[in-house]
């Protein structure tokens, strides 16, 4: 079984993506939440562009991902749940819920740190917010991304398929949440108690930053309410907030080229959480 998932992991990833990426870009375009500034096509090709060149590059640069290194793991015996012999179902809990937390503290580090807030705010840089801005990284960040998600599964041991499951859970609540939906504000209210929903995190792309640093959940919206960063939301509301940083606001800087080198530039849009103004 694990070797069977670590052979078809890329295939089940890439069918999961496009399902769930068909799925929120149609219910954008039947219930859209905003307007959109900038031209579609101008925003969709750079930022699925950036997605093909990350997809690329990450599999030139690892001989290894987090499934393949679930499924040795398993076998060797390494890793905290390899050795206390737990149900696999309850494996699969402990580890969607384990791993979704290093992301979540992953996610606050890279605001924390003004190193790595010049990576991420590339992702911040858009000026729309929709299910394309959900796979916006720059390319190091999704390299530091791996290094994480590797030591973290090689210290929890948890199985190939609880990993590949948190894998697909991650991608494809991103594309949900940061998806341009309207949802009826009664269903928001139920909904984010067990998932971040467009609405909830929308606020972190807010350009205040109070709003920029709150709501750092991809997937499970309780880290943000226990770690006291959640924001029910935004202060100029939904429609009326601005999207985006205020040192990237010309359209130029949606461009694939000016995306990958944005974090080698200085002087633009450095701030990150630990301080107190712009």
């Known amino acids: 079984m694990p070797e069977f998932i670590s052979a078809n992991e890329p295939a089940i990833r890439v069918g999961c993506f496009l399902g769930i990426f068909?799925?929120?870009?149609?219910?954008?375009?039947?219930?859209?939440?905003?307007?959109?500034?900038?031209?579609?096509?101008?925003?969709?090709?750079?930022?699925?562009?950036?997605?093909?060149?990350?997809?690329?590059?990450?599999?030139?640069?690892?001989?290894?991902?987090?499934?393949?290194?679930?499924?040795?793991?398993?076998?060797?015996?390494?890793?905290?749940?390899?050795?206390?012999?737990?149900?696999?179902?309850?494996?699969?809990?402990?580890?969607v819920l384990v791993l979704d937390l290093v992301i979540y503290l992953q996610h606050v580090m890279f605001h924390a740190v003004p190193a790595l807030w010049r990576l991420h705010r590339m992702h911040h840089a858009d000026l729309d917010f929709d299910v394309t801005t959900g796979s916006r990284f720059h390319p190091i960040e999704i390299f530091l991304s791996v290094l994480l998600k590797l030591a973290a599964v090689a210290v929890l041991g948890p199985p190939a398929v609880a990993v590949l499951v948190f894998e697909v859970l991650l991608n494809g609540t991103s594309m949900f949440?940061?998806?341009?939906?309207?949802?009826?504000?009664?269903?928001?209210?139920?909904?984010?108690?067990?998932?971040v929903t467009p609405d909830m995190h929308r606020v972190h792309h807010s350009d205040i930053p109070a709003e920029t640093n709150s709501n750092f959940g991809f997937n499970l919206p309780w880290w943000d309410r226990l770690f006291g960063t959640y924001r029910a939301q935004p202060g100029l509301g939904h429609e009326n907030m601005t999207i985006g940083l205020d040192a990237f606001r010309d359209g130029a800087e949606l461009h694939l080229h000016n995306m990958l080198i944005q974090p080698f530039r200085r002087g633009e849009g450095e701030y990150a959480i630990n301080r107190r103004t712009r």
């Open 22 to 95: 068909a799925a929120v870009a149609l219910w954008e375009l039947a219930a859209p939440r905003r307007a959109l500034s900038q031209p579609r096509w101008l925003r969709w090709y750079a930022n699925i562009g950036i997605v093909i060149f990350n997809t690329v590059a990450v599999r030139l640069i690892f001989p290894l991902f987090p499934v393949a290194l679930a499924a040795i793991a398993a076998e060797r015996g390494w890793g905290v749940l390899n050795l206390v012999g737990l149900p696999l179902w309850l494996d699969i809990v402990i580890a």
């Open 177 to 195: 949440n940061h998806g341009n939906l309207r949802l009826p504000p009664g269903l928001d209210r139920v909904l984010r108690w067990a998932i």
